[in-house]
């Protein structure tokens, strides 16, 4: 993967992307579990495929869509408002002038043509502009006013592609002299329309939730430091078995009679409203990837039989007629890690697709007794595709944490769609900033409660 450097002006969208992690996570792994698990709704709904398009909730017409078709001439009167002079004010629109041609040219500088679809240039830009912001960004304390102004100013110019995207639909309009013209008028897509407000107000509520980290009891201290608190930060290191593959993270610390209750309750306050950002964050993310196409290059490297993508012992149970349960069948797996959960879901996901293909292909025959056999294979395959989309789920649910699936990645690199692209793409970054969030979090209060138990 290219390795993007970190800047104070600019992010840099060009080149690869990192990867399609859900989480892009380098959290430590001792965490005190949440204990909110439940569904949660935050007032919107999320877009359903296949569901009915312009019928705006009127929870969403209250939050509404943010216009930013005039990005750079509000941002260049912000500059003039707060006495910024002029040349820094030409630097910045030069800058963000030069991020819209680098998209519109597909990343491909030479202007030949053999860049990237915008779609995933703006998927490639956001996943960028995330990383340079937040990638060396390892603590709960506020985002830098530079850090800030740069998110927010660039994602203004990478969304303001959504004051574009609208769907047409019929309209009745009365004449002065009563005559009646049903004429096409535009408004802005459904998926955009509901989405796009919702995350939006996730992003501020994750940026409130850091600024409030101002005047906090703990402290962190870095690897190499050598003063009086690195020294107990390396206790608190052997006490909490940190990862050493993760050694460059700094490490909180907490005083000797560690947090007061009233902060220890704040921090659980906080951490419940991060993990619900979270689910809302992924509700987004997996309802926007599910509306997407799968890629022909996908479906041409299924194997030919589903038996085959998992393997005889999970075929056996999931073709046994009796009761099926997915989460007897997860514990039978003894999965060790996440690296194993995301095989076992891609996995299953494959021979989910492959039986789908099979259970659709089923009236394609002439001969009669052709037809019964593959009528009877075809209520089998469904049955099998059914489970296994089951399984699948129970799985995720496991683990939250989970990167996304090779189809899942697949159709990222694939899609065509603009607005699916930024959706997509804003939906699984700040579902990152809130999975490390409630991390951090949980990391200050297994290390408060491992100093009270001493």
Request: aromatic share 8%; hydrophobic share 35%; proline share 5%.
């Amino acid at each position: 993967m290219e390795k993007f450097e970190e800047s104070s002006d600019c992010s840099t969208p060009g080149g690869d992307s990192l990867d399609y992690s859900r989480t892009i996570s380098e959290v430590s792994t001792y965490s005190e579990p949440s204990s909110s698990d439940e569904p949660f709704h935050l007032g919107w709904p999320v877009s359903k495929p296949g569901g009915a398009r312009g019928s705006g909730s009127p929870v969403l017409s209250r939050l509404g869509m943010k216009q930013r078709s005039n990005v750079l001439q509000q941002h260049s009167k912000s500059c003039r408002d707060e006495d910024v002079s002029s040349s820094e004010n030409s630097a910045e629109l030069e800058v963000m002038m030069e991020r819209f041609s680098k998209l519109l040219l597909g990343e491909d500088m030479s202007g030949s043509g053999k860049g990237v679809c915008t779609a995933v240039a703006i998927s490639n830009a956001i996943t960028n502009l995330y990383a340079t912001v937040f990638g060396q960004f390892w603590r709960l304390e506020p985002l830098s006013p530079e850090k800030k102004a740069m998110w927010r100013r660039e994602m203004d110019c990478l969304l303001s592609v959504c004051d574009y995207i609208v769907e047409l639909y019929p309209s009745v309009h009365t004449l002065p002299d009563g005559t009646t013209l049903e004429v096409m008028e535009s408004r802005p897509r459904s998926d955009i329309y509901i989405n796009l407000p919702a995350l939006e107000k996730l992003n501020t509520m994750l940026l409130e939730i850091l600024d409030s980290f101002q005047k906090t009891e703990f402290w962190y201290v870095d690897d190499g430091d050598r003063s009086p608190s690195a020294n107990a930060s390396r206790s608190f290191r052997r006490v909490i078995h940190r990862n050493e593959e993760k050694w460059w993270l700094p490490i909180p610390c907490v005083p000797d009679y560690g947090l007061h209750e009233r902060s220890r309750k704040e921090l659980q306050q906080k951490r419940e409203c991060a993990n619900q950002i979270h689910k809302a964050a992924m509700a987004i993310n997996s309802s926007i990837l599910s509306e997407m196409a799968v890629p022909e290059s996908y479906l041409a490297t299924l194997p030919k039989s589903g038996r085959a993508s998992i393997g005889d012992s999970i075929y056996r149970y999931m073709s046994n007629p009796d009761q099926f349960s997915p989460d007897y069948l997860l514990d039978c797996l003894d999965i060790t890690s996440e690296h194993e959960a995301l095989e076992v879901a891609d996995r299953v996901e494959a021979s989910m697709y492959v039986w789908r293909r099979k259970a659709s292909m089923g009236a394609s025959k002439s001969s009669w007794d052709m037809v019964k056999d593959l009528m009877a294979d075809g209520d089998k395959n469904e049955m099998l595709s059914g489970r296994a989309m089951s399984l699948l789920l129970c799985l995720k649910q496991r683990y939250p944490g989970l990167s996304q699936t090779s189809l899942d990645t697949c159709k990222i690199q694939y899609n065509r769609d603009v607005g699916q692209a930024i959706l997509e793409s804003y939906s699984r970054v700040l579902e990152g900033l809130a999975f490390n969030t409630v991390a951090w979090i949980n990391d200050v209060l297994y290390i408060d409660g491992s100093v009270k138990k001493k």
